[in-house]
């Protein structure tokens, strides 16, 4: 029997085996450099100042193993990398791209709105709630994950970055991805409600899930007592009744 409480942890985060890395402090040194060589299984800590955007990290990795499938989450793409991206479908450096941002992209940055819709095509667009900022990228062998402080965007600031070759780390952020992907409505123009009752349905879900789970030992002062229901679309309508 599993505790429910370590089952959190397990779906939250993964624990991947410690191999070394490439450390790769450049202050000045462009995204080539910071990156090296691609080699199968590779693992770059890199620090810089803000003289590279991740997308400039991102091709910078598609130079050396090829076309490849390319999913960002981020909280603000620019102008000027979208329109890069573009450049680098146009010319099948990029095969598929997905891009997951943050709800409040749309009213910050309007304008980019149909921009990037015409880049992208609404599909391979989700909106949530989230600050994380990672990419993948799948060539041949490779599955590549970027871990990053960086938005889709240029900031002369210190930024960090972690990449590694790793499939099950790339599996790991992958399938977060797709669970979003498939609940919330595609596009830059889903409604407010159906892009919060998807992020509702990926956190909450979880625990309801494993409310299913008969292999899960519930404590005595088990979650659903506290919440006061065990049934998810009871609970998601009280969430949404809060919203106004």
Do not use: C
């Amino acid at each position: 029997m599993t505790d429910w409480r370590n089952r959190i942890i397990e779906v939250s985060a993964m624990r991947p085996i410690a191999t070394s890395a490439r450390l790769a402090a450049v202050p000045f040194a462009n995204a080539k450099v910071a990156l090296g060589t691609v080699t199968p299984g590779m693992r770059v800590v890199g620090l810089t100042k803000g003289q590279f955007s991740l997308l400039d990290l991102i091709a910078a990795v598609l130079e050396q193993v090829g076309p490849a499938e390319v999913m960002v989450s981020t909280w603000t793409p620019g102008k000027a990398e979208m329109n890069a991206v573009a450049a680098l479908l146009d010319r099948h450096h990029i095969t598929r791209f997905r891009l997951l941002v943050d709800r409040s992209f749309v009213t910050r940055h309007p304008e980019y709105v149909a921009r990037v819709h015409a880049i992208l095509g609404s599909e391979a667009i989700r909106q949530t709630r989230t600050h994380a900022k990672f990419a993948l990228i799948a060539a041949g062998d490779f599955r590549i994950t970027i871990r990053t402080s960086m938005n889709f965007n240029r900031n002369p600031r210190y930024e960090q970055f972690d990449l590694d070759d790793d499939a099950e780390i790339y599996a790991f952020f992958d399938a977060a991805v797709n669970e979003l992907y498939d609940g919330v409505p595609p596009g830059l123009d889903a409604k407010k409600r159906d892009i919060e009752r998807g992020f509702n349905r990926a956190t909450m879900g979880t625990l309801f899930r494993m409310g299913n789970d008969t292999s899960i030992e519930m404590p005595n002062d088990d979650v659903f007592q506290f919440l006061g229901t065990e049934d998810l679309d009871e609970l998601l309508a009280s969430i949404e009744g809060n919203d106004g």
